[in-house]
Nanobody, 124 residues
Framework: QVQLVESGGGLVQAGGSLRVSCAVS????????MGWFRQAAGKEREFVAA????????RYADSVKGRFSISRDNAKNTVYLQMNSLKPEDTALYYC?????????????????WGQGTQVTVSS
């Protein structure tokens, strides 16, 4: 059973930075495309970023391009999301997700495994 555990969320002022992490257990981490999604209060969950298995190919939502960076450490079974120049509209519950294979999907349906989420709050 693949398990994903997010950490690193918190409260930060607008313009600040935060890094969230997701530790994966239960299977070989390098077999999985990893993604980050977020859900703000009263809104649907949306794609943020994703990274392929071993070649570090990445995709980003337009709203975070140039501010957020996804990376992974296959030796530590962990994926990271570095968030810079944070805005109040980035406030959300951030979820980590995993998908077997090579497709770097931006859709929730492309991911079979999900974490419980970590809250990121950006104050103005």
């Amino acid at each position: 059973q693949v398990q994903l555990v997010e950490s690193g969320g918190g409260l930060v002022q607008a313009g600040g930075s935060l890094r969230v992490s997701c530790a994966v257990s239960g299977d070989t981490f390098s077999r999985y495309v990893m993604g980050w999604f977020r859900q703000a209060a009263g809104k649907e969950r949306e794609f943020v970023a994703a990274i392929r298995r071993t070649d570090d190919y990445t995709r980003y939502a337009d709203s975070v391009k140039g501010r957020f960076s996804i990376s992974r450490d296959n030796a530590k079974n962990t994926v990271y999301l570095q968030m810079n120049s944070l805005k109040p509209e980035d406030t959300a519950l951030y979820y980590c997700a995993a998908a077997r294979g090579w497709v770097v999907d931006t859709r929730e349906i492309g991911y079979a495994y999900w974490g419980q989420g970590t809250q990121v709050t950006v104050s103005s």
